[in-house]
Protein backbone atom coordinates (compact mmCIF):
# COMPACT_ATOMS: atom_id res chain seq x y z
CA UNK A 1 0.00 0.00 0.00
CA UNK A 2 1.34 3.50 -0.58
CA UNK A 3 1.91 5.88 2.38
CA UNK A 4 0.40 9.31 0.71
CA UNK A 5 -0.58 10.58 3.72
CA UNK A 6 2.91 12.00 5.63
CA UNK A 7 3.95 15.63 5.45
CA UNK A 8 5.29 17.40 3.33
CA UNK A 9 8.85 18.96 4.03
CA UNK A 10 11.27 21.33 2.52
CA UNK A 11 13.33 19.24 0.84
CA UNK A 12 16.68 19.53 -1.30
CA UNK A 13 16.09 18.90 -4.97
CA UNK A 14 16.09 14.78 -5.99
CA UNK A 15 16.99 13.08 -8.96
CA UNK A 16 14.55 11.91 -10.96
CA UNK A 17 14.23 8.05 -12.15
CA UNK A 18 11.80 6.87 -15.01
CA UNK A 19 10.96 3.36 -14.91
CA UNK A 20 12.20 2.32 -17.67
CA UNK A 21 10.91 -1.02 -20.06
CA UNK A 22 8.37 -2.54 -16.42
CA UNK A 23 8.60 -6.48 -17.93
CA UNK A 24 12.83 -5.88 -17.51
CA UNK A 25 15.11 -5.29 -15.04
CA UNK A 26 14.24 -1.77 -14.11
CA UNK A 27 12.22 -2.17 -11.34
CA UNK A 28 14.02 -4.55 -9.20
CA UNK A 29 17.25 -2.52 -9.98
CA UNK A 30 15.21 0.50 -8.72
CA UNK A 31 14.28 -1.45 -5.46
CA UNK A 32 17.66 -2.32 -5.19
CA UNK A 33 19.59 1.42 -5.05
CA UNK A 34 16.49 1.89 -2.80
CA UNK A 35 17.96 -0.74 -0.53
CA UNK A 36 21.52 0.73 -1.24
CA UNK A 37 20.75 4.46 -0.20
CA UNK A 38 23.58 4.86 1.93
CA UNK A 39 25.86 4.55 -0.91
CA UNK A 40 23.60 7.18 -2.96
CA UNK A 41 25.17 11.11 -3.09
CA UNK A 42 21.42 12.01 -3.18
CA UNK A 43 17.96 11.22 -2.81
CA UNK A 44 15.53 10.30 -5.94
CA UNK A 45 12.29 8.91 -6.47
CA UNK A 46 11.04 6.99 -9.91
CA UNK A 47 8.19 7.63 -11.95
CA UNK A 48 6.40 4.12 -11.78
CA UNK A 49 3.12 2.40 -10.78
CA UNK A 50 3.83 2.01 -7.49
CA UNK A 51 1.57 -1.03 -7.24
CA UNK A 52 3.83 -3.24 -9.66
CA UNK A 53 6.98 -1.94 -7.38
CA UNK A 54 5.43 -2.80 -4.33
CA UNK A 55 4.14 -6.20 -5.77
CA UNK A 56 7.59 -6.86 -7.02
CA UNK A 57 8.82 -6.16 -4.22
CA UNK A 58 6.84 -8.40 -2.47
CA UNK A 59 7.37 -11.43 -4.87
CA UNK A 60 11.25 -10.93 -4.47
CA UNK A 61 10.72 -11.15 -0.64
CA UNK A 62 12.24 -6.96 -0.37
CA UNK A 63 11.33 -4.88 2.67
CA UNK A 64 10.75 -1.85 0.09
CA UNK A 65 7.98 0.35 1.61
CA UNK A 66 6.44 1.96 -1.16
CA UNK A 67 5.50 6.23 -0.72
CA UNK A 68 3.21 7.75 -3.05
CA UNK A 69 4.15 11.72 -3.95
CA UNK A 70 1.77 14.38 -4.48
CA UNK A 71 5.12 16.04 -5.93
CA UNK A 72 8.52 15.85 -6.41
CA UNK A 73 9.42 17.92 -3.45
CA UNK A 74 8.37 15.46 -0.91
CA UNK A 75 10.69 13.13 -2.37
CA UNK A 76 13.79 13.54 -0.38
CA UNK A 77 11.86 13.51 3.36
CA UNK A 78 10.29 10.19 2.72
CA UNK A 79 13.52 8.79 0.75
CA UNK A 80 15.37 7.18 4.18
CA UNK A 81 12.49 5.48 4.85
CA UNK A 82 10.43 4.30 1.99
CA UNK A 83 11.03 4.50 -1.68
CA UNK A 84 9.22 7.65 -3.06
CA UNK A 85 7.26 6.84 -6.15
CA UNK A 86 5.42 9.76 -8.46
CA UNK A 87 2.55 7.04 -9.55
CA UNK A 88 2.59 6.71 -13.90
CA UNK A 89 0.17 3.61 -13.54
CA UNK A 90 0.08 0.78 -15.93
CA UNK A 91 -2.05 -0.24 -18.76
CA UNK A 92 -1.71 -3.50 -18.25
CA UNK A 93 -0.51 -6.33 -15.88
CA UNK A 94 3.21 -6.53 -15.93
CA UNK A 95 5.07 -10.06 -16.26
CA UNK A 96 8.82 -9.85 -15.92
CA UNK A 97 10.20 -11.37 -19.19
CA UNK A 98 7.23 -10.49 -21.14
CA UNK A 99 6.86 -7.07 -22.12
CA UNK A 100 3.55 -5.59 -23.41
CA UNK A 101 3.24 -2.61 -26.25
CA UNK A 102 -0.17 -1.50 -23.76
CA UNK A 103 2.25 -0.12 -21.60
CA UNK A 104 4.32 1.46 -23.86
CA UNK A 105 2.25 4.75 -23.21
CA UNK A 106 3.61 4.86 -19.67
CA UNK A 107 6.78 4.12 -20.40
CA UNK A 108 7.30 7.17 -22.85
CA UNK A 109 4.77 9.63 -20.47
CA UNK A 110 7.48 8.65 -17.33
CA UNK A 111 10.73 10.01 -19.37
CA UNK A 112 8.44 13.32 -20.66
CA UNK A 113 7.48 13.91 -17.11
CA UNK A 114 10.76 13.22 -15.71
CA UNK A 115 12.00 15.70 -18.31
CA UNK A 116 9.35 18.27 -17.64
CA UNK A 117 10.04 18.20 -13.74
CA UNK A 118 13.71 19.00 -14.41
CA UNK A 119 13.07 21.70 -16.52
CA UNK A 120 10.71 23.77 -14.13
CA UNK A 121 13.61 22.75 -11.58
CA UNK A 122 11.76 20.05 -9.41
CA UNK A 123 14.45 17.82 -9.69
CA UNK A 124 17.99 17.70 -10.20
CA UNK A 125 18.73 15.39 -13.25
CA UNK A 126 16.90 12.58 -15.06
CA UNK A 127 18.23 9.32 -14.58
CA UNK A 128 16.53 6.66 -17.02
CA UNK A 129 16.19 2.79 -16.41
CA UNK A 130 16.36 0.62 -19.96
CA UNK A 131 13.73 0.43 -22.26
CA UNK A 132 13.00 -1.37 -25.44
CA UNK A 133 13.16 0.20 -28.58
CA UNK A 134 11.23 -2.60 -30.03
CA UNK A 135 8.35 -3.07 -27.95
CA UNK A 136 8.21 1.27 -28.43
CA UNK A 137 8.55 1.18 -31.80
CA UNK A 138 5.24 -1.66 -31.98
CA UNK A 139 3.60 1.20 -29.87
CA UNK A 140 4.84 3.76 -32.59
CA UNK A 141 7.56 5.71 -30.92
CA UNK A 142 8.90 7.95 -33.73
CA UNK A 143 13.01 8.05 -32.67
CA UNK A 144 15.86 5.94 -32.36
CA UNK A 145 16.16 5.74 -28.33
CA UNK A 146 16.25 7.64 -25.39
CA UNK A 147 18.50 9.97 -26.41
CA UNK A 148 17.10 11.01 -29.47
CA UNK A 149 13.74 11.42 -27.97
CA UNK A 150 15.43 13.60 -24.80
CA UNK A 151 16.76 15.99 -27.02
CA UNK A 152 13.35 15.96 -29.13
CA UNK A 153 11.34 16.78 -26.11
CA UNK A 154 14.34 19.63 -25.40
CA UNK A 155 14.25 21.39 -28.60
CA UNK A 156 17.96 20.39 -29.56
CA UNK A 157 17.39 17.64 -32.29
CA UNK A 158 20.72 16.93 -33.46
CA UNK A 159 22.48 18.81 -30.54
CA UNK A 160 23.17 15.61 -28.43
CA UNK A 161 26.48 13.37 -27.50
CA UNK A 162 26.56 10.20 -25.97
CA UNK A 163 29.53 9.44 -23.94
CA UNK A 164 29.94 6.14 -21.77
CA UNK A 165 31.91 6.95 -18.44
CA UNK A 166 33.67 5.46 -15.70
CA UNK A 167 35.83 6.20 -12.92
CA UNK A 168 38.58 4.81 -15.66
CA UNK A 169 37.89 6.29 -18.67
CA UNK A 170 35.76 8.41 -20.53
CA UNK A 171 34.32 8.00 -24.45
CA UNK A 172 32.51 9.66 -26.96
CA UNK A 173 31.66 8.04 -30.16
CA UNK A 174 31.36 10.49 -33.12
CA UNK A 175 28.81 7.76 -35.22
CA UNK A 176 27.13 5.49 -32.77
CA UNK A 177 24.29 2.84 -33.71
CA UNK A 178 25.30 2.31 -37.61
CA UNK A 179 26.95 -0.27 -39.37
CA UNK A 180 31.47 0.00 -39.89
CA UNK A 181 31.12 1.16 -43.51
CA UNK A 182 28.05 3.47 -42.99
CA UNK A 183 30.04 5.31 -39.82
CA UNK A 184 33.24 5.74 -42.37
CA UNK A 185 31.08 6.71 -45.46
CA UNK A 186 29.55 8.99 -43.00
CA UNK A 187 31.99 10.53 -41.12
CA UNK A 188 32.55 14.03 -41.09
CA UNK A 189 35.30 16.43 -39.72
CA UNK A 190 32.01 19.29 -38.69
CA UNK A 191 30.58 16.60 -36.94
CA UNK A 192 33.61 15.27 -35.05
CA UNK A 193 34.07 18.75 -34.32
CA UNK A 194 30.64 19.26 -32.67
CA UNK A 195 31.23 15.91 -30.86
CA UNK A 196 34.62 17.25 -29.39
CA UNK A 197 33.26 20.54 -28.87
CA UNK A 198 30.24 19.51 -26.85
CA UNK A 199 32.57 17.04 -25.25
CA UNK A 200 34.88 19.92 -23.94
CA UNK A 201 32.29 21.71 -22.95
CA UNK A 202 30.49 19.60 -20.94
CA UNK A 203 33.96 18.10 -18.92
CA UNK A 204 34.23 21.98 -17.76
CA UNK A 205 30.64 22.46 -16.66
CA UNK A 206 29.54 19.26 -15.35
CA UNK A 207 32.92 17.05 -14.59
CA UNK A 208 34.40 20.32 -12.58
CA UNK A 209 37.74 19.97 -15.32
CA UNK A 210 39.04 23.07 -15.70
CA UNK A 211 41.35 22.38 -19.08
CA UNK A 212 39.99 19.36 -20.56
CA UNK A 213 42.39 17.09 -22.50
CA UNK A 214 40.92 15.13 -25.88
CA UNK A 215 42.21 12.28 -26.98
CA UNK A 216 40.94 11.76 -30.83
CA UNK A 217 41.35 8.28 -32.14
CA UNK A 218 41.98 7.38 -35.82
CA UNK A 219 39.44 5.68 -38.19
CA UNK A 220 41.94 2.96 -39.88
CA UNK A 221 44.72 0.76 -38.24
CA UNK A 222 47.61 2.89 -37.52
CA UNK A 223 45.46 5.95 -37.86
CA UNK A 224 45.89 5.65 -41.60
CA UNK A 225 49.98 4.62 -41.36
CA UNK A 226 50.14 8.06 -43.90
CA UNK A 227 47.33 7.46 -46.26
CA UNK A 228 48.65 3.68 -47.01
CA UNK A 229 45.37 2.33 -44.98
CA UNK A 230 43.21 4.98 -46.10
CA UNK A 231 43.04 8.69 -46.35
CA UNK A 232 40.14 9.40 -43.80
CA UNK A 233 42.52 10.13 -40.96
CA UNK A 234 44.50 12.64 -43.07
CA UNK A 235 41.24 14.08 -44.75
CA UNK A 236 38.56 13.95 -42.39
CA UNK A 237 40.07 13.69 -38.60
CA UNK A 238 43.14 15.60 -39.02
CA UNK A 239 41.26 18.71 -40.04
CA UNK A 240 39.04 18.12 -36.91
CA UNK A 241 41.60 18.06 -34.46
CA UNK A 242 43.11 21.13 -35.97
CA UNK A 243 39.70 22.79 -36.06
CA UNK A 244 39.25 21.64 -32.05
CA UNK A 245 42.44 23.49 -31.50
CA UNK A 246 41.48 26.49 -33.29
CA UNK A 247 38.46 26.76 -30.79
CA UNK A 248 40.97 26.49 -27.38
CA UNK A 249 39.49 22.68 -27.46
CA UNK A 250 42.95 20.81 -25.98
CA UNK A 251 42.86 17.86 -28.66
CA UNK A 252 45.25 15.58 -30.12
CA UNK A 253 45.25 13.49 -32.96
CA UNK A 254 44.15 11.42 -35.23
CA UNK A 255 46.00 8.34 -32.90
CA UNK A 256 45.97 4.71 -33.35
CA UNK A 257 43.50 3.36 -31.29
CA UNK A 258 44.55 0.11 -30.77
CA UNK A 259 47.46 2.03 -28.21
CA UNK A 260 44.82 4.63 -26.51
CA UNK A 261 43.31 2.68 -24.12
CA UNK A 262 46.14 1.10 -21.63
CA UNK A 263 46.60 2.61 -18.03
CA UNK A 264 49.80 5.13 -19.03
CA UNK A 265 47.53 6.39 -22.19
CA UNK A 266 44.76 6.65 -20.25
CA UNK A 267 46.36 9.14 -17.83
CA UNK A 268 47.37 11.48 -20.65
CA UNK A 269 44.07 12.34 -21.59
CA UNK A 270 40.28 13.41 -19.79
CA UNK A 271 38.32 11.74 -22.85
CA UNK A 272 38.18 9.83 -25.65
CA UNK A 273 36.62 11.29 -28.76
CA UNK A 274 35.66 7.46 -30.92
CA UNK A 275 34.92 7.38 -34.55
CA UNK A 276 32.87 4.92 -34.21
CA UNK A 277 30.34 2.50 -31.46
CA UNK A 278 32.96 -0.03 -30.62
CA UNK A 279 35.65 1.89 -30.91
CA UNK A 280 34.44 3.47 -27.99
CA UNK A 281 32.48 0.90 -26.25
CA UNK A 282 34.55 -1.82 -26.17
CA UNK A 283 37.53 -0.74 -24.15
CA UNK A 284 35.34 1.23 -21.64
CA UNK A 285 32.84 -2.60 -20.83
CA UNK A 286 36.22 -4.46 -21.04
CA UNK A 287 37.66 -2.05 -18.44
CA UNK A 288 34.04 -1.26 -15.99
CA UNK A 289 31.99 -3.77 -17.77
CA UNK A 290 28.77 -3.40 -14.71
CA UNK A 291 29.40 0.13 -13.33
CA UNK A 292 29.61 2.25 -16.98
CA UNK A 293 27.26 5.00 -17.35
CA UNK A 294 26.02 6.60 -20.58
CA UNK A 295 25.60 10.58 -20.13
CA UNK A 296 23.66 12.85 -22.53
CA UNK A 297 25.29 15.79 -23.48
CA UNK A 298 24.87 19.05 -25.43
CA UNK A 299 21.26 19.45 -23.36
CA UNK A 300 20.22 21.97 -21.43
CA UNK A 301 19.59 19.40 -18.30
CA UNK A 302 21.56 16.54 -16.97
CA UNK A 303 20.61 12.77 -18.60
CA UNK A 304 22.43 9.46 -17.29
CA UNK A 305 21.54 6.16 -17.39
CA UNK A 306 22.71 2.25 -16.90
CA UNK A 307 25.24 1.09 -19.95
CA UNK A 308 23.12 -1.97 -20.25
CA UNK A 309 19.61 -3.06 -21.71
CA UNK A 310 16.58 -4.81 -20.13
CA UNK A 311 17.48 -8.16 -19.25
CA UNK A 312 14.27 -9.49 -19.97
CA UNK A 313 16.16 -13.24 -19.07
CA UNK A 314 17.22 -12.23 -15.48
CA UNK A 315 13.66 -9.99 -15.26
CA UNK A 316 11.78 -10.82 -11.82
CA UNK A 317 14.61 -13.26 -11.04
CA UNK A 318 16.38 -10.77 -7.98
CA UNK A 319 19.56 -11.50 -9.64
CA UNK A 320 20.14 -8.48 -11.53
CA UNK A 321 23.54 -6.17 -11.04
CA UNK A 322 22.51 -2.18 -9.99
CA UNK A 323 26.03 -1.15 -10.03
CA UNK A 324 25.42 0.67 -12.89
CA UNK A 325 22.15 2.10 -12.06
CA UNK A 326 23.78 3.23 -8.75
CA UNK A 327 27.18 4.97 -10.57
CA UNK A 328 24.34 6.74 -12.81
CA UNK A 329 22.46 8.40 -9.69
CA UNK A 330 25.93 9.26 -8.33
CA UNK A 331 27.21 10.44 -11.49
CA UNK A 332 24.11 12.50 -12.04
CA UNK A 333 24.25 14.17 -8.70
CA UNK A 334 28.02 15.04 -8.99
CA UNK A 335 27.37 16.31 -12.33
CA UNK A 336 24.30 18.91 -11.09
CA UNK A 337 26.90 19.70 -8.16
CA UNK A 338 29.52 21.02 -10.74
CA UNK A 339 26.93 22.45 -12.73
CA UNK A 340 25.30 24.79 -9.84
CA UNK A 341 29.04 25.61 -9.44
CA UNK A 342 29.59 27.28 -12.69
CA UNK A 343 28.94 31.07 -13.08
Same mark, same amino acid.
Given at each position: ?206 ? #?? +?? /????? $?? *? !??? =? ?6 ? &? ?85 ? #?? +?? /????? $?? *? !??? =? ?6 ? &???
Amino acid at each position: MCGCDAPVMSTPQPLALTMGEPAGIGGELTLLAWLRRQSLARPFFVLDDPDRLAALAAHLGWDVPIACLGNAGEAASRFDHALPVLPQKLAAAVVPGQPDPANAPAVIASIRRAVELTQAGESAAVVTNPISKAVLYQAGFAFPGHTEYLAHLLGQDGAEVMMLACPQLRVVPVTIHVSVAEAAASLRSETIVHAGKVAADALRRDF #GI +AH /PRLAV $AG *L !NPH =AGEDGAMG &REDLDIVAPAVAALRALGVDARGPLPADTMFHARARAEYDLALCMYHDQALIPIKTIDFDGGVNVTLGLPIIRTSPDHGTAFGLAGS #GR +AN /PDSLM $AA *L !NMA =ARMSDNRS &RVP
